[in-house]
T-cell receptor
């Protein structure tokens, strides 16, 4: 069975501080990993996906297959980064099955 | 048009009512999804339609009945619901791809359902 674990429900950091949102997964094959974000009063939207290896809004995430992790990082947090972040996994052979972690609320303080 | 539109935004219904939630997208996506989200919880997958055919049903009770009339529309018919079914129901769509690789999920704003 697929499982996505986000151990932190809430993460508070000061503006300008580095931030790391943790995500671990368990899956027997080679999954696709994503980070989705939900800003206040906005719809859930894709932030980044591991296959793109891109940096979006200063965020990066590296897939570590050895540690089965896909942590989201940003070197200098901004107040506008405050949002709910969900790590998500899509099954290798059933790519329409997206599973979400429990989410981490990031609060960036001024 | 890069949006997924859901109606109604809010719905209150009794346990004996029959109602429907509607979802529409015009991005040419051939996969459409229903998710259920309770307060402070992640979205839980309910159903997936791929090319207008039901491809995934995550053991959802039969009081929820999905329908995909065409490639742009997705409905969720509700009948004899329970108060614990009160939640935000999210519709999403994505491109379908064969083989490896997946598409981005585009979410609607959701329909907030209250069952009395």
């Amino acid at each position: 069975a697929q499982r996505v674990t986000q151990p932190e429900k809430l993460l508070s950091v000061f503006k300008g501080a580095p931030v790391e949102l943790k995500c671990n997964y368990s899956y027997s094959g080679s999954p696709e990993l994503f980070w989705y974000v939900q800003y206040s009063r906005q719809r859930l939207q894709l932030l980044l996906r591991h296959i793109s290896r891109e940096s979006i809004k200063g965020f990066t995430a590296d897939l570590n297959k050895g540690e089965t992790s896909f942590h989201l990082k940003k070197p200098f947090a901004q107040e506008e980064d405050s949002a709910m972040y969900y790590c998500a996994l899509s099954a290798q052979y059933n790519f329409n099955k997206f599973y979400f972690g429990s989410g981490t609320k990031l609060n960036v303080k001024p | 048009d890069t949006e997924v539109t859901q109606t109604p935004k809010h719905l209150v219904m009794g346990m004996t009512n029959k109602k429907s939630l509607k979802c529409e997208q015009h991005m040419g996506h051939r996969a459409m999804y229903w998710y259920k989200q309770k307060a402070k919880k992640p979205p839980e997958l309910m159903f997936v339609y791929s090319y207008e055919k039901l491809s995934i049903n995550e053991s959802v009770p039969s009081r929820f009945s999905p329908e995909c009339p065409n490639s742009s529309l997705l409905n969720l018919h509700l009948h004899a619901l329970q108060p614990e079914d009160s939640a935000l129901y999210l519709c999403a769509s994505s491109q379908t791809q064969t083989g490896a690789g997946t598409g981005e999920l585009f979410f609607g704003e959701g329909s907030r359902l209250t069952v009395l």
